[in-house]
């Protein structure tokens, strides 16, 4: 009996489609660094050109409605998309795109069609870059107190505070941002989200100076930023959700960050690993050693584990299907499962594996890169504690309500 999955004749065609779509759209001179935080701005300019490519073609987004420039994609579609991609080292999209990533599916429930229409296009054809702002200086796990605020005044707000850990290398056109637009109003009834052109007078961008990680698909994200807005004055019709709404709008949002969208990439540089350790060189390999096979074994399945649950929430959210506290058990889990594949690397192959040794030199210090982000990947998207704290509500476990899953549609 054959167990192998087979695409049908449809999802051949459309593999071979988006072969010849890379093929001819994917540079030449695209670089693979092990470690995205090196990636020059000419590297990251080649995926933006490659990102307006999957763009144009509704690729970028590919399951964000035709209208508002998605492609309307079945998930075997965009699963063969991805597999795809993920053959030639790159992600969907290829490039930092939080606000987008997070905001356009955010904005598709609570914008108005003037919204979806306005933002919604630039951001799925890859034309704009945008930012998520959200975390500050005393809000972070508790994002309900922020102090940041935006204050309305005639046909604009005016925006004022900090905004933290945010962003990443390369600027952004547009910040997706979460602020206060009633002071003295109650907690979670007092939040509004504005989406802020990035090039009004009185924004301040500053990089921090922290541990670099977090090049999601070979993106070049590297560095966190503070952002300072200092009397900005964005235009009214930039609220999205309805005025001292936020909250609400906050839940969908949070939702696709925690993970209830799931994703269909998975991690490669695990496979490549298992590889080499499979390679036999002067009559001898890693995996010869059953110790070593042992460990190879767990630390496939750990791989496959995260990577089932992210798929299983593509599915449910792709399909509409009721879902509960699938989101954060697919994030504490791929949190959890990067630390510990890491050290299991390390554990098989020992510490030369985080260098360019001959031996590992095709992974070119990748697992070095591997170790460092799942290190720092514990803390944003919510943190593991908070992670635990959701899926607890969402099972009532602890004398609760039943807490539910945020609308994704
Ligand atoms: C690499 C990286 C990228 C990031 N990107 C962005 C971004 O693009 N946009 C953005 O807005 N922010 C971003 N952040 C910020 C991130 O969202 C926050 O760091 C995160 O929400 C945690 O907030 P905090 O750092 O203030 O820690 P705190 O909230 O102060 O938490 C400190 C510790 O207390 C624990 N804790 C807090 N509350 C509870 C609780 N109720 N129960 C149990 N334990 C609790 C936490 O788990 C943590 O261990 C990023 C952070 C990092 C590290």
């Known amino acids: ?5 087979q695409d049908s004749p449809e999802q051949t065609a459309f593999r071979v489609e988006v072969r010849a779509f890379l093929d001819k759209n994917v540079s030449p001179d695209i670089e693979h660094m092990a ?3 090196d990636m020059s701005f000419e590297q990251y300019q080649l995926r933006r050109d490659l990102g307006r490519a999957l763009g144009a073609k509704g690729w970028l987004y590919p399951s964000m409605p035709k209208e508002y420039g998605g492609g309307d994609l079945s998930t075997e579609q965009i699963g063969i998309l991805t597999d795809e991609l993920t053959r030639i080292g790159l992600a969907l999209p290829p490039y930092y795109d939080a606000g987008g990533r997070m905001g356009a599916p955010t904005i598709l429930v609570w914008g108005t069609e003037e919204h979806k229409k306005r933002f919604l296009p630039p951001i799925c054809r890859g034309e704009v870059r945008t930012w998520q702002l959200l975390t500050e200086p005393g809000a972070g796990s508790d994002l309900a107190g922020i102090k ?14 900090q905004k933290m850990y945010v962003g990443s290398s390369h600027g952004a056109d547009y ?14 009834k007092n939040l509004s989200w504005l989406m802020i052109p990035m090039n009004l007078p009185g924004i301040s961008v500053t990089p921090m100076d922290l541990l670099a990680t977090g090049g999601e698909g070979g993106s070049g994200c590297g560095v966190k930023n503070a952002v300072f807005f200092d009397n900005v004055r964005v235009p009214a019709e930039n609220l999205v959700g309805g005025e001292n709404n936020g909250w609400k709008v906050a839940t969908t949002h949070l939702e696709v960050e925690h993970g209830g969208m799931g994703r269909l990439a998975d991690r490669r540089v695990v496979y490549d690993f298992i590889d080499l350790c499979k390679k036999r060189e002067d009559g001898w390999a890693i995996a010869d050693d059953p110790g070593a096979r042992e460990e190879l074994v ?16 593509h599915w449910l959210s792709h399909t509409n299907q009721p879902r509960s506290y699938e989101g954060s058990q697919y994030s504490l889990r791929r949190k959890l499962s990067g630390l ?6 390390v554990r098989i ?3 030369l594996v985080l260098t360019k040794d001959k031996r590992w030199a095709p992974l070119r210090g990748s697992i070095e890169y591997f170790q460092r982000d799942s290190i720092t990947s ?6 593991t504690d908070i992670q635990r704290v959701i899926m607890a509500r969402r099972l009532g476990i602890g004398g609760r309500e039943r807490e539910k899953a945020a609308n994704l549609r």
């Not at 940041?148 to 005016?158: E, F, L, M, N």
């Not at 510990?340 to 690397?345: C, I, L, N, S, V």
């Not at 514990?378 to 943190?383: Q, V």
């Open 1 to 5: 009996m054959d167990f192998a999955i």
């Open 35 to 37: 470690d995205p935080c």
């Open 175 to 188: 910040s997706w941002t979460i602020l206060v637009t009633d002071p003295k109003g109650e907690r979670h």
């Open 349 to 351: 192959a020992g510490p």
């Open 340 to 345: 510990d594949m890491g050290e299991k690397m």
């Open 298 to 313: 767990n630390l496939y399945i750990e791989s496959e584990i995260t990577r089932l649950f992210a798929m299983r929430n």
């Open 148 to 161: 940041s605020t935006a204050i309305r005044d005639g046909d604009h707000y005016v925006v004022n505070g």
């Open 378 to 383: 514990l803390h944003p998207g919510a943190t």
